[in-house]
């Protein structure tokens, strides 16, 4: 059977062994896609204490930490967590946000003194109408645009990430001509995941892969020839016939993460078991050992009709 080797792992932002740490699920966007749906009302954030001991107990399994939520920059102890995790010994300290604090060059400052390597923020279309809209925060691409500024001002890395939905898939090549414009480390596309708001609003949030694929393509062309790595996740390989090199799968290492009451140990086993699917038609395809496939809820809702199995031999 014929395989896809993966890329070169110079080619895009590889980052070590990580631990994913959730530290509550307060949030100043209300997206209408958001995977971590009401959790904001059924689990409280959890104390300093709590997320120290978290990083403590997750030094032994990464080199790596990404904190998360939830929207974790609007907590007032985040620099003392930070500082928490590299006096521990993590050498790449991530903070995964809206990016809409960053706007305020004082609150990203304190945390690059304390010790934050990069940043992970999300925009998720080209212009304040789109994004906006999506987020349900007023004001929030503005902010966002300018925490990105303000990130690469400071020497930091930025790698952005951005839903793909219904209302904003068509915008994907003016949107990573955005990223282009911003001088941002490295960009990904991930496609929507129907669970938590997302799932509640998954007719008007999820499209199609054979819409995607035109658009999507386009926009990982518009970094290529920019010599910015870019990235998609949770596309599945027969939609990126020829960009199989930007699936993000190849990249995402071994992650521990520290969720609302529980801790998934092998987030790669997890994801390939439990969230992802195949189909019929996946089983004679000639990638069927090396991709992934959709998000179950995927062909949940629209089937498996669109899919096409690669033949076996096919390069």
């Not at 925060?137 to 219904?166: C, D, E, M, P």
């Amino acid at each position: 059977m014929t395989t896809v080797n993966p890329p070169r792992a110079e080619e895009c932002h590889r980052p070590p062994n990580r631990i994913d740490v959730k530290a509550g699920w307060s949030c100043n966007n209300r997206c209408t896609f958001c995977v971590q749906g009401d959790k904001r009302f059924e689990y409280a954030d959890k104390t300093t204490d709590e997320v120290k001991a978290m990083l403590d107990e997750g030094r032994a399994d990464a080199e790596g930490v990404v904190f998360t939520g939830g929207e974790v920059t609007i907590r007032k102890d985040l620099p003392d967590l930070v500082r928490h995790a590299r006096d521990l010994g993590f050498t790449t300290i991530q903070i995964q946000t809206n990016g809409r604090m960053l706007a305020a060059m004082p609150v990203l400052e304190r945390l690059v003194e304390a010790g934050v390597t990069e940043v992970s923020p999300a925009l998720h279309g080209p212009t304040a109408a789109v994004h906006d809209a999506l987020t349900r925060a007023t004001g929030s691409f503005r902010q966002t645009v300018k925490g990105i500024r303000n990130a690469r001002k400071l020497g930091l890395t930025v790698v952005t990430n951005s839903v793909i939905t219904l209302d904003n898939y068509e915008l994907l090549p003016e949107t990573a001509r955005l990223f282009v414009a911003l001088d941002v480390s490295q960009y990904q596309f991930a496609f929507v995941h129907a669970l938590g708001t997302a799932g509640q609003n998954i007719g008007k949030v999820m499209p199609r892969f054979s819409e995607v694929e035109s658009p999507l393509k386009k926009a990982l062309d518009i970094g290529a020839a920019a010599h910015i790595p870019c990235m998609v996740e949770a596309v599945p390989l027969c939609f990126l016939r020829g960009y199989e090199h930007f699936a993000a799968e190849w990249y995402i290492p071994p992650t521990k993460i520290f969720d609302a009451t529980w801790v998934i140990e092998d987030y790669t086993e997890t994801r390939t078991t439990e969230g992802k699917a195949k189909g019929d038609v996946c089983r004679t395809c000639a990638r069927m050992e090396v991709c992934e496939g959709p998000w179950r809820e995927y062909p949940q809702h629209y089937g498996w009709d669109e899919f096409v199995a690669i033949p076996v031999g096919v390069t």
